[in-house]
């Protein structure tokens, strides 16, 4: 794996784990930001053949290339490409510009679970006037019901993590395990199956890592936030379904089957390359990541779907992914909403994305390109595992919404969930303390909890 591959994949990482960012009071957009009802192709050209300059705040790696093409393409229109930090220095500092009315971009990278947080206070440019409507069918339907869960259109979606399960082929096989399980059933069976063969665990829960479990959830149907764009709020994090998945990973980890290593750390980073896991259930940005993390297993690992609740199933969650949002601050918004459609929308740019950067893509148009999806690799003996991603990414359930204060809810997971999890305790006990302190906090923000 080149060294580009393996900054892409810790960008990416850093960015989906990212937690703690407090809330600011970012003022409200004026009304001279208004958007227009329509936007017709002479407004689009004549802003796109005057000369302007756009800045474009992201973390992804060499992104320059694609903002090149754009530019070749409009020439008159300058981009600045600037990595102000990722994960909590990004939110920060976008935020803070916000609230100062100056310095904010005009285009801004947001992960999907902080855009509810950008809507409350009008801080983003609903696209739907510029045409972003029509790119709808473009996409992956659960990814376009991040970026547009209602009427409105707050981002083009840039990269997702559809969640899988990698695993290490040669383990499983020493311990007599053929095929990967099927069924969370089957996979607590070989959990206890391969620990006691070959002293592995099946694969690590990171006690701190909120993103992950929150995936589980997804996959196991659980509606755990809602979000009506407005005052109201839905806080279900500890209903019959989600103490379920509680009750599953609560009893593999006091079997001492799962370990709970905090991850993205040393311990963890060489557990995954000495064979203390035998897996990772991870997003499609993960093997990739695993790659440079692990590169001495190469050719032992292999790809398959997360485990189903019920045979024969066939849905899986989504784990990370960003998109591409215009602040309703901009002076150029139509040139900003090009730039965010372009990146994202164009062919090549998206399939520069997929295969430079290595961002697990939401367009359907890459996710169905020989180019992309026949990839052989070698590391997960010669798996077309960009193929097998794509075809869960067909099975994300597309109705799962976020709080607009996502950055407490994973701040708060670590110090009630985590702290649960890493000492072996019951988690969905751990459930009901948490569903409790995101109610209040709903309410002492001035929410109405439905």
């Known amino acids: 794996m080149n060294k580009k591959a393996r900054r892409t994949a810790v960008a990416l990482v850093t960015g989906a784990v990212s937690i703690g ?39 992804v790696p060499d992104i320059e290339n694609e903002v090149k093409l754009f530019e070749e393409k409009y020439p008159d229109i300058d981009v600045t490409v600037e990595n102000v930090g990722q994960g909590l220095p990004h939110y920060q500092k976008l935020r803070s510009a916000i ?106 829960l990171g006690a701190t890592q909120a993103g992950q479990m929150i995936g589980f959830l997804w996959q196991a149907g659980v509606k755990p936030f ?28 006091q079997q001492d089957l799962i370990s709970t290593d905090v991850d993205f750390q040393d311990q963890w980073y060489q557990g995954l390359a000495s064979g203390k896991y035998a897996g990772w259930l991870t997003a499609a940005w993960g093997p990739i990541f695993l790659q440079g993390t692990a590169e001495g297993t190469s050719g032992a690992w292999r790809a398959a779907p997360l485990p189903q609740w019920n045979e024969g199933d066939n849905v899986s969650g989504n784990w990370g992914g960003s998109s591409d949002a215009v602040l309703a601050s901009s002076k150029n918004k139509i040139a900003a909403y090009e730039l965010a459609k372009f990146i994202n929308n164009d062919e ?12 697990f893509p939401p367009q359907v148009s890459v996710l169905e390109n020989p180019a992309f999806v026949d990839q052989e690799s070698e590391f997960y003996g010669g798996q077309k595992v960009n193929q097998l991603f794509a075809e869960i990414s067909q099975t994300v359930d597309t109705d799962f919404q976020w709080l607009p204060y996502m950055d407490y809810v994973y701040s708060t997971y670590e110090e009630t969930m985590g ?24 309410t002492d923000q001035g929410f109405t909890v439905k």
């Open 348 to 359: 090549a740019s998206a399939m520069k994305l997929a295969t430079e950067q290595f961002l």
């Open 21 to 59: 960012m407090l809330l600011t009071g970012c003022t409200p957009s004026s009304s001279d930001n208004a958007s227009p009802e329509t936007v017709s192709q002479d407004d689009i050209d004549k802003a796109m053949t005057t000369p302007t300059k756009l800045t474009f705040w992201t973390w």
């Open 226 to 253: 809602g979000y009506d764009g407005k005052e109201t709020v839905t806080i279900d994090v500890n209903s019959d379904e989600a103490k379920k998945v509680a009750d599953y990973w609560t009893n593999l980890i």
């Open 99 to 204: 609230e100062a009315g100056e310095g904010a971009p005009d285009v801004a990278q947001i992960e999907y679970q902080y855009i509810p947080s950008f809507v409350l206070n009008d801080s983003l440019l609903d696209l739907t006037a510029y045409g972003a409507d029509d790119l709808s069918g473009d996409y992956v339907d659960w990814a376009w019901n991040q970026v547009s869960p209602d009427t409105e259109v707050w981002a083009i979606p840039q990269d997702v993590g559809p969640m899988g399960n990698l695993y290490r082929n040669d383990i499983l096989s020493q311990a007599g395990i053929t095929d990967p399980p099927a069924t969370w059933d089957d996979y607590a069976a070989a959990a206890k199956t391969v620990k006691d063969s070959t002293g592995s665990y099946i694969s690590n």
């Open 419 to 442: 702290t649960v999890i890493a000492a072996k305790g019951d988690i969905a006990a751990a459930l009901d303390t948490w569903q409790d302190q995101l109610v209040t906090y709903a």
